[in-house]
């Protein structure tokens, strides 16, 4: 990674098949942004699969402004630890977020015992994560700031020393306001600066847009 907040994410939908002493492992993967967004994923491939005996899953989503990850998994019914872990751990060692695997099992009349199931949503999930294609992507925070014509030479610079991502957006009316997106490691630098400019009463006023 260039810096703590690059990021990869799938850029796509997929999905892949491994069959195991007749049980047959469906791998999907999706790109995911949220809890809401797992939810209609879950239920879309639930649909697809009524028949399936098992669909088990992980997701991990985008780190957060502490770089702390969010992550959940299920076995679905199965073995405690054999099919969920296994698959969170594939998202990981792939070093992909925003994204969700499910792997549907149709049962092929074999019993797998633990460690077969381990290794088979393991490799499941490994492969379907191993055919992603992926997006390198950043995480940001977005400001607005409020100022007259005469401070847009010392907002510029205080924008450009807080991690600006892309250019920030211009609107000119009787004042300035300028929208911008900053890396959010760079959230606290960004707020010194522009209180900064606020108590030196250069700019009017700014505040993160949600």
């Given at each position: 990674?260039?810096?703590?907040?690059?990021?990869?994410?799938?850029?796509?939908?997929?999905t892949?098949?491994?069959?195991?002493?007749?049980?047959?492992f469906?791998?999907?993967?999706?790109?995911?942004?949220s809890?809401?967004?797992?939810?209609?994923?879950?239920?879309?491939?639930?649909?697809?699969?009524?028949?399936?005996n098992?669909?088990?899953?992980?997701?991990?989503?985008?780190?957060?402004?502490?770089?702390?990850?969010?992550?959940?998994?299920?076995?679905?019914?199965?073995?405690?630890?054999?099919?969920?872990?296994?698959?969170?751990?594939?998202?990981?060692?792939?070093?992909?977020?925003?994204?969700?695997?499910?792997?549907?099992?149709?049962?092929?009349?074999?019993?797998?015992?633990?460690?077969?199931?381990?290794?088979?949503?393991?490799?499941?999930?490994?492969?379907?994560?191993?055919?992603?294609?992926?997006?390198?992507?950043?995480?940001?925070?977005?400001?607005?700031v409020?100022?007259?014509?005469?401070?847009?030479?010392?907002?510029?610079?205080a924008?450009?020393?807080?991690?600006?991502?892309?250019?920030?957006?211009?609107?000119?009316?009787?004042?300035?306001?300028?929208?911008?997106?900053?890396?959010?490691s760079f959230?606290?630098h960004?707020?010194?600066?522009?209180?900064?400019?606020?108590?030196?009463?250069?700019?009017?006023?700014?505040?993160?847009?949600i």
């Amino acid at each position: 990674m260039e810096h703590i907040d690059d990021f990869y994410a799938p850029s796509e939908t997929l999905t892949s098949e491994l069959k195991v002493k007749r049980s047959l492992f469906i791998a999907r993967l999706s790109p995911c942004e949220s809890a809401e967004d797992f939810r209609v994923i879950l239920s879309e491939v639930e649909r697809l699969h009524k028949e399936a005996n098992h669909s088990c899953w992980a997701y991990r989503l985008a780190p957060g402004a502490d770089s702390q990850e969010i992550s959940h998994c299920s076995d679905d019914g199965e073995p405690t630890g054999t099919a969920g872990r296994p698959i969170l751990s594939s998202i990981k060692r792939g070093e992909l977020f925003c994204a969700a695997v499910i792997v549907t099992r149709y049962f092929g009349g074999i019993k797998l015992g633990v460690r077969g199931l381990i290794e088979a949503y393991g490799e499941a999930s490994k492969t379907a994560v191993n055919l992603s294609r992926r997006a390198l992507k950043i995480r940001t925070k977005r400001l607005s700031v409020n100022l007259p014509y005469a401070a847009i030479k010392d907002t510029t610079h205080a924008l450009n020393s807080c991690g600006l991502v892309g250019n920030p957006i211009w609107s000119y009316e009787a004042e300035v306001r300028a929208e911008a997106e900053v890396r959010a490691s760079f959230a606290n630098h960004a707020e010194n600066a522009l209180s900064e400019l606020l108590n030196r009463k250069l700019i009017r006023s700014w505040e993160w847009v949600i």
